[in-house]
């Protein structure tokens, strides 16, 4: 069986513990005093932490460190899906040292060859922290970013050139599904004007306007998830006011629906009012998990 570990950040830094006894272990990043952001990969094999000088990548199961970048004040990362690149985040400002539009989400590829990086391969500019990371397929074959008024695409990493666009008048996110070839990607185009909100599902690279695959609107939404299921041929839509003016409630409101690449879109009628916690999917199954509702609390599965 493979290491089992887990990782606090504290006021003495990061610390790494067997797991389940719960043991300090001795690690490459235990002196890590002062972080100002922390992400570890999905498969646990990497975590990234900034010490407030520069961003640091460690492989903590051969614990050794690969990566320096010359970043001191990220505050968000993500590692891209099969851990090749490394999206870093810092508070966008205008200063001396940092122009007007200077990117302030950088995108570094993680070569062992060169550990110690000074420049990102791609960088751009988002203020504010609502979708700032950029969406890859879990092969790394797509790479999509949502701007103000278009999707870019990118492929086989290279960010030299956009090998695909989406444009609308706006557009709010972008959701690449998981699963491999054939690729769908969700995009989310805010309300205009008081027209509706929507979330349209698209096959990857037929993006016209009437060849979305499914399609849901909306009402009074400022805010909108999307959560797939591990294959990527279904998916649940989060869609929120932070204002309910029902005034029912003070959490505001939340609404979900079904949406799946056979053209379905419903909405998800839960047996409860009340604020939505959280929405999660089965890892190894078609059915998904609700918290819901004002206390207590219901906790209902569906398939």
């Given at each position: 069986?493979?290491?089992?570990?887990?990782?606090?950040?504290?006021?003495?830094?990061?610390?790494?513990?067997?797991?389940?006894?719960?043991?300090?272990?001795?690690?490459?990043f235990?002196?890590?005093?002062?972080?100002?952001?922390?992400?570890?990969?999905?498969?646990?094999?990497?975590?990234?932490?900034?010490?407030?000088?520069?961003?640091?990548?460690?492989?903590?199961?051969?614990?050794?460190?690969?990566?320096?970048?010359?970043?001191?004040?990220?505050?968000?990362?993500?590692?891209?899906p099969?851990?090749?690149?490394?999206?870093?985040?810092?508070?966008y400002?205008?200063?001396?040292?940092?122009?007007?539009?200077?990117?302030?989400?950088?995108?570094?590829?993680?070569?062992?060859?060169?550990?110690?990086?000074?420049?990102?391969?791609?960088?751009?500019?988002?203020?504010?922290?609502?979708?700032?990371?950029?969406?890859?397929?879990?092969?790394?074959?797509?790479?999509?970013?949502?701007?103000?008024?278009?999707?870019?695409?990118?492929?086989?990493?290279?960010?030299?050139?956009?090998?695909?666009?989406?444009?609308?008048?706006?557009?709010?996110?972008?959701?690449?599904?998981?699963?491999?070839?054939?690729?769908?990607v969700?995009?989310?185009?805010?309300?205009?004007?008081?027209?509706?909100?929507?979330?349209?599902?698209?096959?990857?690279?037929?993006?016209?306007?009437?060849?979305?695959?499914?399609?849901?609107?909306?009402?009074?939404?400022?805010?909108?998830?999307?959560?797939?299921?591990?294959?990527?041929?279904?998916?649940?839509?989060?869609?929120?006011?932070?204002?309910?003016?029902?005034g029912?409630?003070?959490?505001?409101?939340?609404?979900?629906?079904?949406?799946s690449?056979?053209?379905?879109?419903?909405?998800?009628?839960?047996?409860?009012?009340g604020?939505?916690?959280?929405?999660?999917?089965?890892?190894?199954?078609?059915?998904?998990?609700?918290?819901?509702?004002?206390?207590?609390?219901?906790?209902?599965?569906?398939?």
């Open positions: 069986m493979a290491e089992q570990y887990f990782v606090t950040r504290g006021s003495e830094g990061l610390q790494k513990y067997s797991y389940p006894a719960c043991e300090t272990v001795e690690s490459v235990t002196s890590a005093k002062r972080c100002s952001g922390v992400c570890m990969s999905k498969n646990g094999q990497f975590i990234a932490v900034c010490n407030g000088s520069e961003t640091v990548v460690y492989d903590v199961v051969e614990n050794k460190m690969i990566a320096t970048l010359a970043r001191k004040r990220t505050m968000l990362m993500t590692f891209s099969k851990n090749t690149h490394l999206v870093t985040w810092k508070q400002q205008v200063s001396e040292d940092c122009p007007e539009n200077t990117p302030n989400v950088e995108i570094w590829k993680l070569d062992a060859a060169e550990p110690q990086q000074e420049k990102p391969v791609y960088g751009f500019v988002k203020r504010g922290q609502s979708e700032w990371s950029p969406q890859w397929s879990e092969d790394e074959v797509t790479c999509a970013r949502a701007c103000n008024a278009e999707v870019q695409f990118f492929e086989n990493n290279d960010f030299s050139a956009v090998a695909k666009r989406i444009q609308r008048d706006k557009v709010g996110g972008v959701y690449v599904a998981p699963g491999g070839d054939p690729y769908h969700a995009l989310y185009v805010p309300s205009i004007k008081g027209a509706h909100a929507f979330v349209q599902l698209y096959l990857y690279g037929t993006f016209e306007k009437t060849a979305a695959v499914a399609h849901r609107s909306f009402m009074k939404v400022d805010n909108v998830d999307i959560k797939f299921n591990k294959t990527g041929k279904c998916g649940i839509i989060i869609a929120s006011n932070d204002v309910d003016k029902t029912s409630s003070y959490y505001g409101q939340t609404l979900l629906y079904f949406i690449i056979r053209g379905e879109s419903n909405q998800i009628v839960l047996k409860k009012n604020p939505v916690y959280c929405v999660e999917w089965n890892p190894t199954r078609d059915e998904f998990i609700v918290l819901y509702g004002s206390c207590l609390a219901k906790e209902p599965s569906s398939t």
